[in-house]
């Protein structure tokens, strides 16, 4: 899931002008999880904006799997208002927002009401956690499924390092050190062998940017 924030009102004030037509559309998948863009924050949002004197020519909320790929079946259910509006308003990811300008076809101007923060997972308590950096050569199988990339604030690959005290990190020592999550969890796995291989440094080629994949390459298992 891709987690984002809501940017303050007083921020998108600063990118809308007074008596701009504003087309909002939010994001029936991420987006809703997260608060940011459901159905609820829409409409939320739409009145604050007429609050402040900003005109809303309608709204869409595109639902699974993602705003991108749903962008286009809403622009068509949706043309009317969105050639009326001077703009467009999107409460989801860089993504969802990035694909809106993409498809459409009138060039509004995109506006983004959110922040997007990472790639991540809600727990029971409703915190959304860091869980993957999209690295593109993912070492989960070596780690008991805990990744040292993103969970380690060094991103070892070989870890811990002369800092962990106690099981914590240094760099914050409110926070388990992922080298020994990592170590624990391969003890309770019965797969301990898996700490002791070094791993080679990483390919950091495979996170040049912007990076792209072709569906059949996607699908294709290499040899
Ligand atoms: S190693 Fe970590 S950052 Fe890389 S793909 Fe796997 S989970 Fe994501
Ligand atoms: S203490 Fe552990 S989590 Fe923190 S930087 Fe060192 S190896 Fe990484």
């Known amino acids: 899931m891709i987690i ?9 004030l600063t990118y809308i002008k007074k008596g701009e037509k ?35 020519a ?3 909320l595109p639902k699974a799997p993602c705003i991108a790929a749903q962008i286009k079946t809403e ?24 694909s809106v300008r993409e498809n459409d076809r009138f ?19 409703g915190i959304f956690k860091e869980r993957c ?7 989960l199988e070596l780690t008991g499924g805990i990744c040292p990339i993103t969970l380690c604030a060094k991103g070892l690959l070989n870890g811990p390092c002369g800092g962990v005290s106690k099981g914590k990190c240094e760099a914050d ?13 391969l003890k309770r796995q019965g797969r301990l062998d898996d700490f002791k291989k070094i791993q080679p440094p990483m390919d950091h080629s495979k996170m040049n940017k912007p990076r792209q994949l072709k569906l059949s390459a996607a699908n294709t298992i290499p040899s």
């Not at 060039?107 to 727990?123: L, Q, R, S």
């Not at 950096?133 to 070492?139: D, I, L």
Request: hydrophobic share 40%; net charge negative.
């Open 58 to 60: 309608g709204w869409a």
């Open 22 to 56: 504003v087309f909002l559309i939010g994001c029936g998948e991420c987006s809703t999880t997260c608060k940011t863009g459901g159905e609820e924050e829409v409409l939320a949002l739409k009145k604050e904006l007429e609050k402040e004197g900003i005109k809303i």
């Open 75 to 98: 622009f068509a259910r949706h043309l009317k208002e969105i050639k009326e509006a001077d703009s467009m308003l999107v409460l989801a990811c860089g993504l969802g927002a990035q």
């Open 4 to 12: 984002t924030k809501k940017k303050p009102l007083k921020e998108l």
């Open 133 to 139: 950096s999209a690295c593109g050569e993912c070492v």
């Open 107 to 125: 060039a509004k101007v995109v506006h983004i009401a959110c922040d997007t923060m990472f790639i991540g997972e809600v727990d029971k308590e």
């Open 173 to 185: 020592r409110d926070r388990d050190c992922a080298w020994v999550l990592i170590y624990n969890e």
